[in-house]
């Protein structure tokens, strides 16, 4: 049986998970919700506008009332601004499982965030949440992605194909996932 916890903030070495606020709105707008790279390589919209994002904010704080609601602001300790967001946007009671999305700004790639996040939350989802298993997935484009989720220690699954129209393209869908008794070893 899972535990519900709802979103508890998290601290490791650089970052700081927490709840999003109202005044995340600009770092937000600065850093990735108005890039339309980033928001299509999670399948998101992009927001362009602070009521929009005011708009986006509302549904995030209003679903904190919720026990199993986990979506936290990626906060980097260096500048105290929110750089990203991680969540386990799906929560599978009946199996025990959980699903992880995630996405930083992209003057903030390449130093590790979003390793040092999504462990963090891997740790939160075996120990808080007493999951048996945590997934995640990736666009077969999105190659930094992919990297971060072999650093974490997730299991290739499987492809599912064509499963994304992108641009004119299709774009499959890569599945990972990782095991309690494997996250334990």
């Known amino acids: 049986?899972?535990?519900?916890?709802?979103?508890?903030?998290?601290?490791?070495e650089r970052l700081i998970l927490r709840r999003?606020?109202?005044?995340?709105?600009?770092?937000?707008l600065k850093y990735w919700?108005?890039?339309?790279?980033?928001?299509s390589?999670?399948?998101?919209?992009?927001?362009?506008?602070?009521?929009?994002?005011?708009?986006?904010?509302?549904?995030?704080i209003s679903s904190y009332a919720r026990e199993d609601y986990y979506r936290w602001a990626i906060i980097d300790k260096e500048n105290g601004e929110c750089v990203g967001?991680?969540?386990?946007?799906?929560?599978?009671?009946?199996n025990h499982f959980a699903e992880i999305e995630y996405c930083i700004g992209s003057q903030f790639q390449c130093r590790?965030?979003?390793?040092?996040?999504?462990?963090?939350?891997?740790?939160f989802g075996f120990k808080k949440m007493n999951l048996h298993k945590v997934q995640i997935c990736?666009?077969?484009i999105n190659a930094p992605s992919k990297r971060v989720i072999e650093k974490c220690g997730f299991t290739y699954?499987?492809?599912?194909?064509?499963?994304?129209?992108?641009?004119?393209?299709?774009?499959?869908?890569?599945?990972?996932s990782i095991l309690r008794s494997e996250y334990e070893k």
């Open 138 to 140: 990736t666009k077969t």
């Open 112 to 123: 590790g965030y979003a390793t040092e996040a999504t462990k963090a939350v891997i740790d």
């Open 33 to 39: 919700i108005a890039d339309e790279k980033i928001q």
């Open 1 to 12: 049986m899972l535990t519900h916890t709802g979103t508890i903030t998290i601290e490791t």
């Open 157 to 176: 699954e499987g492809t599912l194909r064509d499963y994304f129209f992108m641009n004119g393209n299709y774009v499959g869908r890569l599945y990972f």
């Open 85 to 94: 967001q991680i969540a386990y946007f799906l929560v599978d009671n009946k």
């Open 20 to 28: 999003f606020e109202y005044s995340d709105d600009e770092a937000m």
């Open 41 to 60: 390589l999670y399948s998101e919209p992009t927001y362009s506008t602070k009521e929009e994002v005011k708009g986006l904010l509302d549904k995030y």
